[in-house]
């Protein structure tokens, strides 16, 4: 099939799309609401004749999402938003099938992500879409084509942190939707979503027992929620270490211990980061960890844990399993590093579930068409995803789910909003 393929795309191998398409097909079985959505794009075409380029995980759930924007008539062009994350046989089903330009190798090196994000600003979009925001950043650093673009959307805690600190900066150039702030994403991907495919990435990577160990989850917001919720239901004495004093109150009031980082490194068997910041764990905790201390992250990009601290410390590193580096300290303790320190549901598993994604996406979708009908009408700021788009999808999954619900009656609806009703 490659040979029909003649635009440009830069993959693996175009020969392993039979795979992918199976994968995809499996997806999208998963995702009911992304399929209305595509049905009626195909129908309506809202985004006819738009260029959209995206810096998203190349997996089967952005598979569904590239085709519905197609679907809706957009030219489609899509690299990686990390270098582990890429499933190389949908990368190819994308080009080879779907005919959408790819630029993402799984394992790309640094240079040739940065190249990969190049070729999407290339293509000169007129929406873009992020997952971490470093499509948007390289576009405001090159300002190649940047007055064509009317907006973009962003789908992850860490790019909407970078992308405020540059709307209040005031160096943001076009009007970005927060779609990770959507409560049908943060509420259920977040936390279902990151909960079981973090705990599904270090069990494929480790096959260790996750009951009776003590996991220590650096981080209380949504993902860490989803992620402590899981490794309780699995047996694990669970850790919550934050610098928020309210995450860190919840935590207590959910039934969890809450100490300081240096205080958990000392009793931890297994540490997971999902913060979005940098050095969470770091030389001075190192020193103090057991013997076979297991380290993951879940966080965007790989700074929370500390890889030149781990290096410095280290009398040898070597791959012990696939994605299981074991890095021998000066103190003769050995300590396992998971995915290169990359976010492990997607360095060793397949990222979150379809049927979670069918919502991440569904918003994603909406709100492009949003920005496609109403861009001029916003200023270069940082946008939560409209109400009635976050209604619609949690309608439509409630639907696709056989499950109904109440409304208020008129009686109700007037006595709610009104003052004058009492005792």
């Known amino acids: 099939m490659g040979e029909r393929v003649s635009m440009n795309y830069d993959i693996k191998d175009i020969g392993l799309e039979e795979k992918g398409m199976l994968r995809i097909r499996w997806a999208e079985n998963q995702m009911p609401v992304l399929g209305l959505i595509r049905e009626r794009f195909r129908r309506d075409k809202p985004l006819e004749g738009m260029v959209i380029g995206a810096c998203l995980h190349v997996t089967t759930e952005t598979a569904a999402l590239a085709n519905t924007?197609?679907?809706?008539?957009?030219?489609?062009?899509?690299?990686?938003?990390?270098?582990?994350?890429?499933?190389?046989?949908?990368?190819a089903a994308l080009v080879s099938e779907y005919e959408i330009p790819v630029f993402a190798k799984r394992g790309e090196d640094s240079q040739t992500y940065y190249s990969h994000i190049q070729s999407v600003i290339a293509s000169n979009p007129h929406i873009t879409m992020d997952d971490g925001a470093d499509l948007v950043t390289e576009l405001h650093k090159s300002k190649k084509n940047i007055e064509k673009i009317i907006g973009g959307t962003e789908e992850t805690t860490t790019g909407v942190v970078r992308l405020r600190s540059m709307a209040r900066e005031g160096v943001l150039r076009y009007p970005i939707i927060a779609v990770n702030d959507a409560s049908t994403k943060h509420f259920f991907d977040n936390r279902y979503g990151?909960?079981?495919?973090?705990?599904?990435?270090?069990?494929?990577a480790t096959n260790l027992l996750i009951a009776g160990r003590t996991f220590v989850v650096c981080g209380y917001?949504?993902?860490?929620?989803?992620?402590?919720?899981?490794?309780?239901?699995?047996?694990?004495?669970?850790?919550?270490?934050?610098?928020?004093?309210?995450?860190?109150?919840e935590a207590v009031m959910d039934g969890y211990s809450v100490m300081k980082i240096s205080e958990a490194a000392k009793v931890g068997d297994?540490?997971?980061?999902?913060t979005g910041d940098i050095n969470v764990l770091r030389r001075e905790h190192f020193a103090l960890m057991k013997d076979g201390v297991i380290l993951a992250n879940s966080g965007h990009f790989n700074v929370e844990i500390s890889l030149p601290d781990l290096d410095?410390?280290?009398?040898?590193?070597?791959?012990?399993?696939?994605?299981?580096?074991?890095?021998?300290?000066?103190?003769?303790?050995?300590?396992?590093?998971?995915?290169?320190?990359?976010?492990?549901?997607?360095?060793?598993?397949?990222?979150?579930?379809?049927?979670?994604?069918?919502?991440?996406?569904?918003?994603?979708?909406?709100c492009v068409e949003h920005l496609a009908r109403h861009a001029k009408e916003l200023s270069p700021q940082v946008y939560g995803v409209p109400k009635d788009i976050d209604e619609q999808v949690a309608r439509l999954k409630l639907a696709s789910m056989g499950i109904t619900i109440d409304k208020l009656t008129d009686e109700q609806a007037k006595y709610i909003t009104s003052w004058k009703e009492g005792t």
């Not at 924007?69 to 990686?80: D, I, M, W």
């Not at 297994?270 to 999902?274: D, K, L």
Request: a neutral charge; glycine letters at 10%.
């Open 312 to 366: 410095s410390l280290a009398i040898s590193k070597k791959e012990i399993r696939e994605n299981v580096e074991e890095y021998k300290l000066q103190n003769g303790k050995r300590l396992y590093l998971l995915g290169e320190g990359r976010l492990v549901n997607l360095a060793c598993a397949e990222g979150h579930p379809a049927s979670v994604m069918d919502m991440s996406f569904a918003n994603q979708a909406l």
């Open 69 to 91: 924007l197609k679907e809706g008539g957009a030219s489609v062009f899509l690299c990686a938003s990390n270098p582990l994350s890429t499933q190389d046989n949908v990368a």
């Open 194 to 204: 990151t909960g079981q495919s973090t705990l599904d990435g270090i069990i494929r």
């Open 221 to 249: 917001g949504w993902c860490g929620r989803g992620i402590a919720m899981r490794a309780k239901g699995f047996g694990a004495n669970v850790v919550i270490c934050e610098v928020d004093s309210l995450h860190a109150l």
């Open 270 to 274: 297994i540490f997971i980061t999902a």
